[in-house]
């Protein structure tokens, strides 16, 4: 990881931005138009810009400018050369299995663990007609081998089960990782703030350090072994906090990148609609909607009646339209009683 930092002295409120070799804006103010996001804002006030850069390759090399937007406009340098590590180191082991004075000349095979491992036998004949059958195996090991063991078997018609084992004893230079303890989010101004670093090796680090890069660690943070703890938090500890171990093979370490949020950072957030659930009170609403016309359109139906006027009564029995009017008001004592249906 590499830490990029721009300070200006005096501020006049004017603006800063940084840009990469190929003269890309990565940082306008506290705003990264550079789709990258291996570029991480670590700090930014009216006197400082500082951006961090993981996962560094080697294209990243080359001359960053912070620029300050005056009349002319002010620039400074900074060259990044990206180092390359050699890959992991292989350690080989030889080993030497020998079978003295035997007849007929009898066969060696390794193991390890639950593999066989080729060797290099060679097969002597003594003045006394004996066989010396010497093996030798050459192999590379890493951390998992540590505690394996590698057994030389030796094979003869007159003996059975008959071998010499050999636990390895791998050493190998400290992991290191680094766990957030508190808090668990975002880290914020007035909050407190509890690392802990975690380093395992052979042999076991004898060493565990904090540091911050390119910056001063802050007075009141307080080191216990591989605890870090900074109580009341603000901007001005911002930046990369590494844990460094060492054991007696090499040096190790891993990187905590800080930033401290306003005090009310992701509080107020809008709350997400479920709009799966709104659809379903939607259809379910329009089901019931639809099942109530059709018990009503049903009802209806069944009850369906016939409606007559009052000139109707006795219109049957008459036998023109007076009749049936002077039937209907004074009454038909004949006629079947009509009645009125109302829907």
């Keep these: 990881m590499a830490t990029i930092s721009c300070r200006v002295k005096d501020s006049d409120d004017s603006v800063i931005q940084l840009l990469n070799p190929n003269r890309q804006t990565i940082y306008f103010r506290d705003m990264r138009p550079l789709k990258d996001a291996r570029f991480q804002l670590v700090n930014f006030s009216e006197n400082e810009l500082r951006v961090s850069l993981s996962n560094v390759s080697l294209s990243d090399e080359g001359r960053y400018v912070c620029q300050l937007y005056t009349d002319p406009p002010q620039e400074a340098y900074a060259d990044i050369t990206v180092l390359v590590p050699p890959g992991n180191p292989i ?3 030889e080993m030497t299995c020998t079978a003295m004075g035997s007849k007929p000349a009898a066969t060696i095979k390794w193991m390890k663990g639950d593999k066989e491992l080729p060797g290099k036998p060679k097969v002597e004949l003594a003045y006394d007609k004996m066989y010396t059958v010497t093996s030798r195996l050459a192999f590379t090991v890493s951390k998992e081998d540590d505690g394996v063991p590698v057994a030389c078997i030796v094979d003869h018609p007159a003996v059975k089960d008959f071998q010499a084992k050999k636990y390895l004893e791998v050493q190998y230079k400290p992991e290191v990782k680094i766990v957030v303890e508190f808090p668990q989010g975002l880290t914020r101004e007035g909050e407190n703030l509890e690392l802990t670093c975690q380093a395992k090796g052979k042999p076991q680090p004898q060493k565990v350090n904090w540091v911050k890069v390119d910056d001063e660690f802050p007075s009141h943070a307080v080191i216990t072994g591989g605890d870090l703890y ?3 938090l603000n901007k ?3 930046g990369t906090y590494r844990c460094v171990a060492t054991n007696t093979v090499g040096e190790a370490y891993e990187d905590y990148v800080l930033y401290v949020y306003d005090s009310r950072a992701g509080e107020g957030s809008p709350r997400t609609v479920d709009h ?3 659809g379903g009170v939607v259809a379910v609403v ?3 909607m639809l099942c109530l016309l059709i018990v009503l359109g049903r009802y209806f139906a069944r009850h369906k009646g016939t409606y007559f006027t009052h000139e ?3 219109a049957d029995d008459a036998a023109d ?6 039937n209907a008001e004074g009454g038909h004592t004949n006629s079947d009683e009509k009645k009125e249906y109302y829907i």
């Design 91 to 93: 350690i080989e082991t």
């Design 230 to 232: 900074i109580e009341n």
């Design 286 to 288: 329009v089901f019931a």
């Design 236 to 238: 001005s500890y911002n």
């Design 276 to 278: 799966a659930v709104i």
């Design 312 to 314: 109707a009564k006795g």
């Design 321 to 326: 339209a007076d009749t049936a009017i002077i």
